[in-house]
């Protein structure tokens, strides 16, 4: 295999290391979600969900952005054997993150009062105290991920995640289990049976210890994130340690002979890292306005808090947890081609970039279309299988799926655009096509909840046109700051092809095993194998990657043998 093929399929393997790892992350948070939702009820999952958007968007503000700039600057110096120099990055970068997690922890904690005012949500004030230790170790494991990332390994970050979740996952599921309990029984014992402790804690809740029920609940859950955050970092920092003496031997052979101050790579650092925490926060910054929004000109318009709390959390649970499942492949694309793409245009290989550019966009769609469809056409038995304890609103989620999932072709392409052009040094463009799409939005936003009465289905609409506008924008961008040329037919339509026919066979697979068996879990499990089937088929049938393109994807010797037995490659 030439050194060139080498690279591209390094590229695919290192990137589905990470999105497997995201996917896997994506699934144990889903799944540990659904006794979290249960046990909590519709107010105290709206509560964890605003808690978590807050969080979310002091994050941005101030680590959030680290992987992906420590990975650009660490990876740039790599290329042109800057040894010295790209460990002096993330030295820097460290300290760097030390400061600006250590501000935004004690704004979280000391701010949580006033922001509790600000969404007239007094509960919140427990589970953002919980939060912000959590984003002072979050900072630094960014600082850890992005070097190695930045260095052209995603095993460390892929193991880490992994960790991180499934611990979060125990001690979520543990914390809120025990203090929705000893609410329910009064400090009386925690019920041996799981289900029963569930109707206990929904009898109490309707019996007027809501607002104290929400509150325990929410700040249970957001332990697990903070006990996650904590095993990953041990789990870095023991990786680092290995992986020390041979990057001070690599070190060692630095010829480069120019040493950066740190003046200069603080300089340089900023210089990536602001652009970014603006485009990010202004991508972000929308779920947060739109819960503020939605919960004032609600409570305008005279609908009850409960209500209010209860059709938050659906949108922000039941709904956009299922939906970026299918965008950790996207994120971790993202995450996984800056190091690869930054190298090839640090050298001046510009069609090596553009061809990089198109297999990263084309393997994404062909992951973000069936996910789509497949979460459309099974909407209902998902959420009467997961999400029985909503009740009423159980109901309004699955309509969510039918109609907004969508918004994962829109979020997967913005995602993986906007990290391309910032990965080629037009770190402003994104923000300012963020910027845009977010004003067009909260108009859009603003006047459908006044105007209208479609209430949490605003919200739906406002997060498919966000994501689209921003896709269209760094789009043209794209085009037009590095030349590159969208092919459309293999990269959208033709997958788009594969998954309505895929859809199509779902929906009779599932209904038909439902109708004779007579069980949903197990019509959507053999809805789920034959989708994957007759996808697989669709895509090597019309060709949408070419023999070549396929052999650079994992796996991909077993699928070119598969497409010839098939008969639809020579």
Not at 240 to 257: C, H, Q, S, V
Not at 436 to 452: E, K
Not at 457 to 471: E, R
């Amino acid at each position: 295999m030439s050194s060139k093929k080498q690279k591209s399929k390094n590229l695919f393997i290192q990137g589905t290391i990470l999105a497997l790892a995201g996917i896997l992350t994506k699934v144990i948070g889903f799944a540990y979600r659904i006794p979290m939702v249960n046990l909590m009820g519709s107010d105290g999952n709206g509560v964890y969900s605003v808690a978590f958007s807050i969080y979310n968007i002091v994050l941005m503000l101030s680590s959030y952005s680290l992987p992906l700039a420590v990975s650009k600057l660490v990876s740039a110096r790599l290329a042109m054997k800057q040894y010295n120099n790209s460990y002096r990055v993330f030295k820097d970068s460290m300290r760097f993150a030390l400061v600006v997690s250590t501000v935004g922890a004690l704004f979280l904690y000391f701010g949580s009062g006033f922001l509790a005012d600000m969404y007239a949500m007094p509960e919140l004030v427990r589970p953002l105290k919980v939060l912000a230790p959590t984003l002072f170790v979050v900072g630094i494991i960014g600082v850890m991920r992005g070097y190695f990332q930045g260095a052209g390994t995603m095993i460390p970050t892929a193991l880490s995640q992994i960790i991180e979740q499934i611990l979060n996952a125990i001690v979520s599921i543990g914390a809120v289990w025990f203090c929705m309990s000893r609410i329910a029984g009064s400090a009386g014992p925690i019920p041996k049976d799981f289900e029963s402790a569930a109707v206990g804690v929904h009898g109490v809740i309707s019996q007027g210890l809501s607002v104290q029920g929400a509150s325990y609940g929410a700040a249970g859950g957001t332990t697990g994130t903070l006990a996650g955050a904590g095993i990953a970092l041990l789990f870095l920092a023991f990786t680092y340690t290995i992986y020390k003496p041979a990057i001070l031997r690599r070190n060692a052979r630095d010829g480069w002979g120019l040493t950066e101050s740190d003046g200069q790579i603080y300089k340089a650092l900023l210089a990536t890292v602001i652009p970014v925490i603006i485009s990010q926060t202004v991508y972000q910054i929308g779920y947060v306005i739109d819960g503020l929004i939605f919960s004032n000109i609600m409570n305008i318009k005279g609908m009850e808090s409960s209500v209010r709390k209860s059709l938050q959390g659906v949108f922000n649970s039941q709904y956009t947890l299922l939906i970026n499942v299918p965008i950790a492949v996207a994120t971790a694309m993202a995450a996984s081609s800056i190091p690869s793409i930054v190298t090839s245009f640090t050298i001046g290989k510009t069609k090596e970039v553009n061809k990089k550019i198109g297999s990263i966009i084309k393997f994404v769609m062909a992951i973000a279309f069936p996910s789509a469809v497949g979460l459309a056409v099974l909407a209902t038995p998902i959420s009467r299988v997961l999400f029985s304890g909503l009740g009423k609103y159980n109901m309004i989620g699955a309509d969510l799926l039918h109609f907004g999932t969508i918004s994962i072709v829109f979020y997967s392409l913005s995602t993986i655009t906007s990290a391309i052009l910032q990965g080629l040094d037009h770190m402003n463009v994104p923000v300012r096509n963020s910027a845009i799409s977010l004003v067009i939005h909260l108009i859009l936003m603003v006047s459908l909840l006044y105007f209208t009465d479609l209430n949490v289905y605003a919200l739906l609409i406002g997060d498919v046109t966000f994501p689209m506008l921003i896709s269209i924008l760094n789009w043209l961008s794209v085009k037009k700051y590095v030349g590159y040329r969208q092919e459309v037919a293999k990269t959208f339509l033709m997958p788009l092809v594969s998954s309505l026919v895929m859809g199509v066979a779902t929906f009779i697979i599932y209904n038909g095993v439902v109708a004779v068996v007579g069980n949903m879990i197990i019509g959507m499990g053999l809805a789920v194998i034959v989708a994957v089937v007759v996808y697989l088929v669709m895509i090597l049938a019309l060709r949408c990657f070419e023999k070549e393109e396929l052999y650079d994807l994992p796996m991909g010797g077993r699928l070119v043998t598969l497409g010839k037995k098939m008969g639809f490659y020579h």
